[in-house]
């Protein structure tokens, strides 16, 4: 396996990509609550190990990289309504953005294979890189 | 400017950095809801409009980069207590992990200047990177 700590320290490394119905940008929805459909997460083999204790029922951060996104965007109309002002890209949740960082809070469905998992919403495209996965912590609103 | 569509799309570029008395990893709270201090957070002039609407008393997400981490890290000891079984690192918190993104829900206690902004609670360590600032929306319990 590639080691991690020997690379570009702000290189990412996907750990998994998202499998959905969602082919094009155009139609995902905007926020998961926004009728986001269920989708799959595909664990690459080298990182399974990190989802030892992962349980159905659960309800997780994905964290992606919204890898179709423009990056060099400092100011956008939110939710691309050109009626609504011009807003500091960090005062909005729109994919374009330096560094193009999704999270996405979603109920895991099941788990097919150690390293394949249902959850929803999720209104990530098919072909998402997953970067990161974080449990949600009960003494915290934080996700 | 660095056009971000332009370089490996992969690499992230740090909008910002944590100013913190938090000089040692060893002093740093696990969450920030733990006793975690006031902190400043200094966002790039090259980034400094994408804050434009941001504003005193609103609530966001940090999106940061655990620079201190190891990244080949797939089981640990939660909380680093030996007490505790081994987990998978993707149903833990830790640092430590492939990815090393953190996720810090803070409130904006003041704006310096328009790219100088005091939040709290935040347990990263002064130097910590800043790769992302999100709004909590309404609608979602999601960070």
Known sequence: MLDLDKI???????VGF???KLKRRKDCPKQGYEGAP?????????FAE???GITPGSKVILVTWFHKATRNVLKLHPRDNKDKPLRGVFVTR?????NPV???????LQ???PERIQVRPLEAL??????????????????
């Open 111 to 113: 788990i097919d294979r």
């Open 18 to 20: 998202v499998r959905s």
């Open 94 to 98: 729109s994919p374009d953005r330096p």
């Open 50 to 52: 990190g989802l030892d």
């Open 126 to 143: 098919d072909g998402t890189p997953i970067i990161d996965i974080k449990p949600i912590l009960k003494n915290s609103l934080d996700a």
């Open 38 to 46: 269920d989708a799959w997460v595909e664990v690459d083999s080298d």
């Open 102 to 108: 999704g999270l996405h809070r979603v109920e895991i």
């Open 8 to 14: 570009d320290p702000y290189l990412l490394r996907p």
